[in-house]
């Protein structure tokens, strides 16, 4: 089973897939669209992805603030999360995803990548950080043998 994880942005929205045994996250790519509210192409975009890589679970980062609060972005976020699960039918974990893409652009940076280059796979990269926390937490409560929601 995949889980797939998404970083919902105003313009962008960045792609990560787990492998089959959901142990590690991968990029696959950014969907991009011009108008922040132009989300109906970003869905159906994210639906073939879906289809492709054969996902049965959802995992959208939770932009909330530094301090636990919840802002504008949050809003946005839960409606995105409500379209995502009546368009596909599958269930959407959110996932706090405080300074995933500070640490996106970190790890770039120290692989030598230029400014331009982590602008443009920022968002994937976040994805990526997103996923993989969720993985490794699902991974932790397995085995503390506690129950999975």
């Given at each position: 089973?995949?889980?797939?994880?998404?970083?919902?942005?105003?313009?962008?929205?960045?792609?990560a897939?787990?492998?089959?045994?959901?142990?590690?996250?991968?990029?696959v790519?950014?969907?991009?669209?011009?108008?922040?509210?132009?989300?109906?192409?970003?869905?159906?975009?994210?639906?073939?992805?879906?289809?492709?890589?054969?996902?049965?679970?959802?995992?959208?980062?939770?932009?909330?603030?530094?301090?636990?609060?919840?802002?504008?972005?949050?809003?946005?976020?839960?409606?995105?999360?409500?379209?995502?699960?009546?368009?596909?039918?599958?269930?959407?974990?959110?996932?706090?995803?405080?300074?995933?893409?500070?640490?996106?652009?970190?790890?770039?940076?120290?692989?030598?990548?230029?400014?331009?280059?982590?602008?443009?796979?920022?968002?994937e990269?976040?994805a990526?950080?997103?996923?993989?926390?969720?993985l490794?937490?699902?991974s932790?409560?397995?085995?503390n043998?506690?129950?999975?929601?």
């Amino acid at each position: 089973m995949r889980i797939m994880g998404l970083d919902f942005g105003s313009k962008t929205v960045g792609v990560a897939v787990s492998d089959p045994l959901g142990i590690t996250a991968q990029g696959v790519e950014i969907v991009r669209r011009k108008s922040p509210n132009k989300l109906r192409q970003t869905l159906a975009r994210i639906e073939e992805l879906i289809r492709e890589y054969d996902v049965e679970e959802l995992v959208l980062g939770y932009p909330k603030n530094m301090n636990g609060t919840e802002g504008e972005r949050c809003e946005k976020t839960k409606e995105f999360k409500e379209m995502l699960e009546k368009r596909t039918g599958l269930s959407v974990a959110l996932w706090d995803e405080r300074l995933t893409t500070v640490a996106a652009d970190r790890a770039m940076m120290e692989a030598g990548l230029g400014r331009y280059e982590r602008k443009e796979y920022v968002d994937e990269i976040a994805a990526v950080f997103i996923l993989q926390g969720y993985l490794a937490a699902k991974s932790m409560k397995t085995e503390n043998g506690t129950e999975e929601q």
